[in-house]
């Protein structure tokens, strides 16, 4: 009789002791505090640059992304059109290609400007952004970066233009189409173009990213995110 009820009271102690841990760890994931907040919107945020800008750094990583793939400028579309029309599809192809290859090029530049804008991120900034909309990080950084990955993307795209053999293949793209009849002459230059779609792509995929952090549980692959979200679901 003494064994059993000690051991009866072993097992109550054991399982008082679990709740008990249970309790005290629900208290810790639903009140982080702000330095935890911060540090894990930094953390979601680094995550999914550093994911997606490898993504599209990636060949084809724009042209086979059909949300962020570079078509044509409406100016530029009459020549596409004329030369599918005369049978050069294959032409075509490769300046669309070619366009998408020197965003990816220039896209390389982009992770340590963000990681700059994600670490000088202030609590302040941290909070407002966790109980935001679902890209609220993503307009953060793209308040924050424009301006400085607008200069750093532009001189990568005019090289890249060159490198990738876009150039080449534009001037002979341009050169056929001016050749069909009853066709007004082109010269665009495509690299101030190029340069804000490649951007516009970059945001639209880490945009893309925070939601998934935000509305599925299973993508916050850290103690830190989930700790964190978790205050977000419950708000």
Excluded: H
């Excluded at 097992?11 to 841990?21: K, Y």
């Excluded at 020197?102 to 000088?120: C, L, S, Y």
């Excluded at 909309?133 to 005019?158: C, I, M």
């Excluded at 599925?216 to 964190?228: G, K, P, Q, S, Y």
């Amino acid at each position: 009789m003494i064994k059993r009820i000690l051991l009866l009271s072993l097992v109550f102690t054991l399982f008082s002791c679990d709740e008990l841990q249970q309790i005290a760890n629900e208290a810790v994931l639903t009140n982080p505090t702000n330095a935890q907040i911060g540090n894990g919107l930094k953390q979601a945020l680094e995550f999914g640059v550093e994911r997606q800008v490898s993504e599209l750094t990636k060949t084809g990583g724009f042209y086979q992304n059909e949300i962020v793939r570079i078509l044509l400028p409406e100016e530029l579309q009459k020549v596409e059109t004329a030369l599918r029309r005369v049978g050069l599809n294959s032409l075509a192809d490769q300046g669309l290609i070619a366009l998408n290859r020197t965003a990816e090029d220039a896209v390389k530049e982009a992770t340590p400007i963000f990681v700059n804008a994600i670490r000088n991120m202030s609590i302040q900034d941290a909070q407002q952004i966790l109980m935001g909309g679902d890209n609220s990080a993503t307009q953060f950084l793209e308040r924050q970066t424009t301006d400085e990955l607008y200069k750093s993307f532009y001189p990568v795209v005019q090289n890249s233009f060159q490198k990738v053999g876009a150039d080449e293949i534009w001037s002979n793209l341009i050169s056929q189409y001016n050749s069909i009849p009853l066709t007004s002459n082109v010269n665009t230059d495509l690299s101030d173009y190029i340069t804000k779609q490649a951007m516009q792509g970059v945001f639209i995929m880490i945009a893309e990213e925070e939601k998934e952090i935000r509305n599925n549980v299973n993508a916050r692959t850290t103690d830190l995110l989930r700790r964190v979200f978790k205050l977000q679901d419950q708000g």
